[in-house]
Nanobody, 126 residues
Framework: QVQLAESGGGSVQAGGSLRLSCAAS????????MAWFRQAPGKEREGVAF????????YYGEAVKGRFTISQEYDQKMVYLQMNRLTPDDTAMYYC???????????????????WGQGTQVTVSS
């Protein structure tokens, strides 16, 4: 079983930055994929950033490429999301998620992930 706990959300003005953290506990295999998704009110959950723990391969959603960076501290089972140049469109609840296998380009959707945390709110004002 995997438990995920997000932190670091908050309110920021457009153009600002935030760093989200995800603490994973339980059995986190070398082959797992860790990810950040987000969901705004009335919208579907959207994949933001993905990281394969073993290879370090990363993927990003089109909306955040060049602005967000996913990283990890492998031994501490921590995953981070550095968010720069935030805009009001980035306002959402952000979820840390885990998949019991590596991510390829075909896995960047909610339905392929088995565990997620309670989320942390990010609000960007104009």
């Amino acid at each position: 079983q995997v438990q995920l706990a997000e932190s670091g959300g908050g309110s920021v003005q457009a153009g600002g930055s935030l760093r989200l953290s995800c603490a994973a506990s339980g059995v986190i295999q070398h082959t797992y994929c860790m990810a950040w998704f987000r969901q705004a009110p009335g919208k579907e959950r959207e994949g933001v950033a993905f990281l394969n723990r073993g290879s370090g391969t990363v993927y990003y959603g089109e909306a955040v490429k060049g602005r967000f960076t996913i990283s990890q501290e492998y031994d501490q089972k921590m995953v981070y999301l550095q968010m720069n140049r935030l805009t009001p469109d980035d306002t959402a609840m952000y979820y840390c998620e885990a998949r019991s296998g590596p991510c390829g380009a075909q896995h960047l959707e909610q339905r392929y992930f088995e565990w997620w945390g309670q989320g942390t709110q990010v609000t960007v004002s104009s």
